[in-house]
């Protein structure tokens, strides 16, 4: 009857919110504990380097020290000052970038250029890597933020010398298909184990192993990328066999046809 069928069209409606309901208590579940994960390792992070600043600190003002010494423990000091600043800032960036507040400034950019201009700046502390970049595209524009790119580009080839032995060739490679700027970036380095692939996008990861350990970071530097590659439009992926090397490739959409040609003639 008509009673029968508008009782069970309630019974179904009360089921689907309740059901909806469940989501959101999960979900709000789910955040609360992502908050406190960060807490906590966002409070790790920073109890490191504080830690070894002030006992190197209370060392010195215990001691009267040769001036070795004390160069020594002042150089320490001033490196973990400057690990707690790199990783306040990059926290902040993400922060930024997560939260929806961070908007890129889109300009004509060359990215061999803008490559060039890194390899250049990274190159000048890497003496015992070598560097090289092979351009085969067919257009020459993206639509990007200068700056923004350049971080990310200076994250993954520091990454590269950081994780690969000193000799070690990274080979940038630059191309494109009808749509997409393909940017690769290649290392002969200690490589990244499959099961770690998926999880080197999120915040703080690192890979943690003898090897490894002692080669300094924050784990945030991929985190970021991901974010400013998606800003773009793009994508960022990794490809790696363990122990041989690693390849990341960005991939970009190119500018529409009509603004490709429009700035062809412009180029500085
Ligand atoms: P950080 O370099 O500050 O630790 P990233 O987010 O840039 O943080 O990288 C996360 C981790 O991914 C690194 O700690 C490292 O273990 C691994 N990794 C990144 N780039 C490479 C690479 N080129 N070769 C091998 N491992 C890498």
Redesign the pocket.
């Known amino acids: 009857t008509a009673h029968n069928e508008e009782l069970v069209m309630q019974q179904e409606e009360l089921e689907r919110m309740l059901a909806e309901t469940e989501k959101m208590k999960n979900r709000l579940l789910e955040l609360d504990r992502l908050k406190s994960e960060l807490v906590s390792t966002v409070s790790h992070e920073l109890r490191t380097p504080l830690a070894s600043i002030l006992g190197f600190t209370e060392l010195m003002m215990k001691r009267s020290l040769g001036e070795e010494k004390q160069k020594k423990y002042l150089t320490t000091i001033h490196q973990e000052a400057l690990r707690l600043t790199n990783l306040v800032n990059?926290f902040l960036d993400l922060q930024r970038m997560e939260s929806g507040a961070f908007i890129c400034s889109f300009e004509r950019v060359d990215p061999k250029l803008l490559i060039e201009r890194v390899i250049e700046a990274v190159s000048h502390t890497a003496h015992h890597h070598h560097f090289q970049l092979v351009d085969e595209r067919s257009q020459k524009w993206l639509n990007g933020d200068e700056e923004r790119l350049i971080q990310v580009f200076t994250?993954?080839i520091?990454?590269?010398v950081?994780?690969?032995p000193k000799g070690g060739m990274i080979a940038v490679h630059l191309e494109n298909d009808a749509h997409n700027m393909i940017i690769n970036?290649k290392?002969e380095?200690?490589?990244?184990p499959a099961a770690?692939i998926p999880h080197?996008?999120k915040k703080?990861?690192?890979?943690?192993n003898s090897d490894?350990r002692k080669?300094?970071?924050?784990?945030?530097?991929?985190?970021?990328?991901k974010e400013i590659i998606e800003a773009h439009g793009g994508e960022i992926m990794?490809s790696?066999e363990y122990g041989k090397?690693?390849v990341?490739s960005i991939v970009l959409p190119l500018p529409a046809e009509g603004q490709q040609a429009d700035h062809k003639t412009e180029a500085n």
């Open positions: 990059d994250n993954l520091s990454n590269a950081k994780f690969s970036v290392d380095g200690l490589g990244i770690e080197l996008f703080f990861h690192r890979i943690d490894r080669i300094g970071g924050t784990g945030l530097g991929l985190a970021i990328c990794i790696s090397g690693s990341f």
